[in-house]
Every structure is written in structure tokens, then in C-alpha cells.
């Protein structure tokens, strides 16, 4: 039976009061982000206990009514990889959702597959296969058809018994509260990277190998660019691509001609902010030594030695341990992550304590990590045919140097 689609604002505030009664409310968003600032919501589709519906934003005026049950905290929201969710809750009212399970992550929690799609989720949680999805479909052009539709719906219809089936495994492998716990880092971490957008300079491509007089340009032109993008809705790198800035931050060139010395700089939709970029330029060549920004250590790509060293050995550590316990090791921790743990474990003073020193990834992995580190575990090949071939085995305290 081909799903519905709600275009009056009544009918989606009727929705809305059902959906507030629902315990649990499965969410999904088609967007189009190529030619605006922010990605522009184009479709909601909702899936309850119930009814599957979608509804048509485009022809709404107020989806007030949707984010405040998303943000309260009696109903839970269930999103498959559900960043632009979140972040479409946050920049609508301001508030964050505070019961969101997100199913691709949970599944990284019990399984090493991550981050699967939701095709390749259905299929592995409940052996079902889906259309897939309409990959090449403009969502802001109406009118939809009953097959975008469609489609666009069944990213939602098995959300649910999904969820139901995660939490049942992750309460007999005692992994719940990792699930709660990793789903609200996860919205707090997209939050907290709104609030500190203006800082996001700092992970600009190849930007620790600038001088403190340069990283003051590089900032300056950042946030030139990031004001000019939201006047005009438009992406920021079709103002200025990220390359191109940190290399104008570099050379801090004097007039146009220099400008346009660097590789693609000719484009037409660079050329008509020239002047606009050599003024900023300018001004942040002005500003004094003592306002110049410096980046934290763990800023940028950059890897001592020894961190090299010690980062591959934890990862190898890492992958064998995830393995035994069948966990997604991308979940766990990245490389930057590991790195930050060998920081954080060679000097404790001047580094906050990074993801796998607290919390359940702590717990499960950081402590044996650290272990490794201290000299309180070694390693060994114990079958060299197994997934996880490696064991950790105890130190005696005479062989650690501990008596």
C-alpha cells in the first residue's frame, strides 16, 4: 500500500499530537545541501507503533510542533545515522533532543560493523531486504512522486523493530548503558560543535604547519567566509575551498595579481571576493602579536615519533580486543584518538583526559591499553588462525619493575 504524504499544516499538528502520545517515534529527513549554507529540509518522514507518513516541509510554516517532542525527554527518537536530524532540531529551537537512539551507532556496539547502511542493517538485524534508496532524487523539486515517496518512508517503517531487537542484545551482553551513553556524546557532540563553530579554523587541512602569524590570517579569513556564507546561503566552499585559504593565510599576497597566482583561484566565484579577501588579509596583518592564536598540541595531523610508534601498537592492541569482544573498532576510537591517549598517558598535566580514559570505552579497552603502556600486560600470539589472535597476559610485579 503506497504511503502518505501530509502537505496542511493542521494535518501535521493532528500528527503531532498522536506522535506526542507514542513512546517511541522512528525519524528520518530528505534534505539537499549542494547550493545553500545549511542543508535545506526538503521532507520529514515519521513511523510510529501506528502509521507511517511523511510530510512535505516545503509546504508547512511552522514544524515548531515536531522539534519540541524531539527535544523533550519522554519520547524517544530513533534516527539511522541521524546527524542532520539532530543538527535540523538544534538550529530550529535551540535545543538538542535529550532521548535520540541512533540504530547505526548502537549497532557498532554490537557488532564490528560500522558504520552500516540502513539497507545493510535491516538486513543483518532482521533478515529483511528494502528497495533501497533514491540516491539521485532533487527532494526540493515538486512535485514528489508516490515512488519517492515511498522509498523515502521505508527508511523509517522498520526503525523500530529494529531498536527492539538492539536493546534486547544489548541488555544480555550488558551493553545498555554504552548505547545511552554513546547516542548523548553523540548529540553533544554536534551541539558543542555548533557553539564552538567559530574555533573550527583549527581543523582547516595542513593548518599546524602554519606560524603563529599566518594562523592569525587563516582565522581571520575563516571567519570572513563563514559570516559571507550565511548572508548569502550559500556553502562556504563555494566561497573560498579550505586548500585555497590555508594557502592565502600562507603566502599573504598584496594585490590581486599575487592573489590569483595561486592554482584555482580564477574561478569566477572566488574572483568577484577578491578585494574582500585581500582586505582581510590586511586587517589581520594589523592585529597584534599578543591576539595571535596558537593551536592546542592536539590540533592538526601531526605525529612525534614516538606517538607514531606507540599509536600503532595500541591500534593492533585495540583491533584484538574489539574482535574478542565483537565491537566496531571505528567506534571505539580513531587513530587521532589513540594518539591523544599516548598524550594524555605521557602527561597527564597538560592534556584533558581523552575518550578512551573514561566511560565504558575505559572500561572495555583503555584500561588494558594503559596496561600495555605501564608494562602491567604483555602480548602474545595464541592462534595465530583465531579473529582475534592476540592475548594480553598479566605482568608478575617483579617483571613490571614494580618490587
Same mark, same amino acid.
Not at 3 to 19: A, K, P, Y
Not at 210 to 222: C, H, K, T
Not at 262 to 285: C, F, N, P, W
Not at 313 to 342: G, H, K, M, Y
Given at each position: 500500500?503506497?504511503?502518505?504524504?501530509?502537505?496542511?499544516?493542521?494535518?501535521?499538528?493532528?500528527?503531532?499530537?498522536?506522535?506526542?502520545? %507514542?513512546?517511541?517515534?522512528?525519524?528520518?529527513?530528505?534534505?539537499? %545541501?549542494?547550493?545553500?549554507?545549511?542543508?535545506? *529540509?526538503?521532507?520529514?518522514?515519521?513511523?510510529?507503533?501506528?502509521? @507511517? /507518513?511523511?510530510?512535505?516541509?516545503?509546504?508547512?510554516?511552522?514544524?515548531?510542533?515536531?522539534?519540541? &517532542?524531539?527535544?523533550?525527554?519522554?519520547?524517544?527518537? &530513533?534516527?539511522?545515522?541521524?546527524?542532520?536530524?539532530?543538527?535540523?532540531?538544534?538550529?530550529?529551537?535551540? $535545543?538538542?533532543?535529550?532521548?535520540?537512539?541512533? +540504530?547505526?551507532?548502537?549497532?557498532?556496539?554490537?557488532?564490528?560493523?560500522?558504520?552500516?547502511?540502513?539497507?545493510?542493517?535491516? $538486513?543483518?538485524?532482521?533478515?529483511?531486504?528494502?528497495?533501497?534508496? #533514491?540516491?539521485?532524487?532533487?527532494?526540493?523539486?515538486?512535485?514528489?512522486?508516490?515512488?519517492?515517496?515511498?522509498?523515502?518512508?521505508?527508511?523509517?517503517?522498520?526503525?523500530?523493530? &529494529?531498536? #527492539?531487537?538492539?536493546?534486547?542484545?544489548?541488555?544480555?551482553?550488558?551493553?545498555? %548503558?554504552?548505547?545511552?551513553?554513546?547516542?548523548?556524546?553523540? +548529540?553533544?557532540?554536534? +551541539?558543542?560543535?555548533?557553539?564552538?563553530?567559530?574555533?573550527?579554523?583549527?581543523?582547516?587541512?595542513?593548518?599546524? !604547519?602554519?606560524?603563529? =602569524?599566518?594562523?592569525?590570517?587563516?582565522?581571520?579569513?575563516?571567519?570572513?567566509?563563514?559570516?559571507?556564507?550565511?548572508?548569502?546561503?550559500?556553502?562556504? !566552499?563555494?566561497?573560498?575551498?579550505?586548500?585555497?585559504?590555508?594557502?592565502?593565510?600562507? !603566502?599573504?599576497?598584496?594585490?590581486?595579481?599575487?592573489?590569483?597566482?595561486?592554482?584555482?583561484?580564477?574561478?569566477?566565484?572566488?574572483?568577484?571576493?577578491?578585494?574582500?579577501?585581500?582586505?582581510?588579509?590586511?586587517?589581520? @596583518? $594589523?592585529?597584534?602579536? =599578543?591576539?595571535?592564536?596558537?593551536?592546542?598540541?592536539?590540533?592538526?595531523?601531526?605525529?612525534?615519533?614516538?606517538?607514531?610508534?606507540?599509536?600503532?601498537?595500541?591500534?593492533?592492541?585495540?583491533?584484538? $580486543?574489539?574482535?574478542?569482544?565483537?565491537?566496531?573498532?571505528?567506534?571505539?576510537?580513531?587513530?587521532?584518538?589513540?594518539?591523544?591517549?599516548?598524550?594524555?598517558?605521557?602527561?597527564?598535566?597538560?592534556?584533558?583526559?581523552?575518550? *578512551?580514559?573514561?566511560?565504558?570505552?575505559? #572500561?572495555?579497552?583503555?584500561?588494558?591499553?594503559?596496561?600495555?603502556?605501564?608494562?602491567?600486560?604483555?602480548?602474545? +600470539?595464541?592462534?595465530?588462525? %583465531?579473529?582475534?589472535?592476540? /592475548?594480553?597476559?598479566?605482568?608478575?610485579?617483579?617483571?613490571?619493575?614494580?618490587?
Amino acid at each position: 500500500m503506497p504511503f502518505r504524504i501530509l502537505t496542511q499544516q493542521s494535518d501535521f499538528e493532528e500528527l503531532c499530537r498522536r506522535m506526542r502520545d %507514542s513512546p517511541q517515534v522512528a525519524f528520518d529527513t530528505e534534505f539537499v %545541501s549542494e547550493f545553500t549554507y545549511r542543508p535545506r *529540509l526538503c521532507l520529514l518522514q515519521f513511523a510510529t507503533r501506528d502509521e @507511517q /507518513v511523511a510530510v512535505d516541509p516545503l509546504e508547512l510554516h511552522d514544524l515548531t510542533p515536531w522539534w519540541e &517532542i524531539m527535544a523533550n525527554e519522554e519520547t524517544e527518537i &530513533i534516527v539511522h545515522g541521524g546527524r542532520e536530524e539532530i543538527l535540523f532540531c538544534w538550529h530550529a529551537i535551540g $535545543q538538542p533532543p535529550r532521548n535520540l537512539i541512533d +540504530v547505526q551507532i548502537v549497532q557498532g556496539l554490537l557488532s564490528r560493523g560500522f558504520p552500516l547502511s540502513h539497507g545493510a542493517l535491516v $538486513q543483518k538485524v532482521l533478515r529483511k531486504t528494502v528497495s533501497g534508496k #533514491e540516491t539521485r532524487t532533487d527532494w526540493a523539486k515538486r512535485p514528489l512522486t508516490t515512488k519517492q515517496i515511498d522509498y523515502a518512508i521505508e527508511d523509517v517503517v522498520h526503525l523500530i523493530d &529494529i531498536v #527492539e531487537k538492539q536493546k534486547h542484545r544489548l541488555k544480555s551482553c550488558k551493553r545498555s %548503558s554504552w548505547a545511552v551513553e554513546e547516542c548523548q556524546e553523540f +548529540v553533544d557532540h554536534l +551541539v558543542e560543535g555548533q557553539k564552538l563553530r567559530h574555533e573550527a579554523w583549527m581543523r582547516l587541512p595542513k593548518i599546524s !604547519r602554519l606560524q603563529p =602569524s599566518e594562523l592569525v590570517v587563516a582565522r581571520e579569513l575563516f571567519l570572513w567566509r563563514e559570516r559571507l556564507a550565511e548572508k548569502l546561503d550559500k556553502p562556504v !566552499r563555494s566561497l573560498l575551498r579550505d586548500d585555497l585559504l590555508v594557502d592565502l593565510a600562507h !603566502r599573504q599576497p598584496h594585490t590581486q595579481g599575487d592573489l590569483l597566482s595561486s592554482r584555482d583561484m580564477q574561478r569566477s566565484g572566488y574572483r568577484k571576493y577578491l578585494g574582500d579577501m585581500l582586505q582581510v588579509i590586511e586587517q589581520a @596583518q $594589523q592585529i597584534p602579536k =599578543s591576539q595571535w592564536p596558537r593551536l592546542p598540541e592536539e590540533a592538526g595531523d601531526h605525529w612525534k615519533q614516538e606517538e607514531h610508534v606507540l599509536g600503532k601498537l595500541l591500534a593492533i592492541a585495540l583491533a584484538n $580486543q574489539c574482535a574478542e569482544l565483537d565491537l566496531s573498532p571505528s567506534l571505539l576510537a580513531t587513530a587521532n584518538d589513540l594518539r591523544d591517549f599516548v598524550r594524555w598517558y605521557q602527561d597527564r598535566n597538560r592534556h584533558e583526559p581523552p575518550k *578512551l580514559a573514561s566511560g565504558w570505552r575505559y #572500561e572495555t579497552c583503555g584500561q588494558v591499553l594503559q596496561d600495555l603502556l605501564d608494562g602491567k600486560v604483555s602480548l602474545r +600470539v595464541a592462534d595465530p588462525d %583465531s579473529d582475534h589472535p592476540l /592475548v594480553f597476559e598479566r605482568v608478575a610485579s617483579s617483571e613490571a619493575g614494580l618490587e
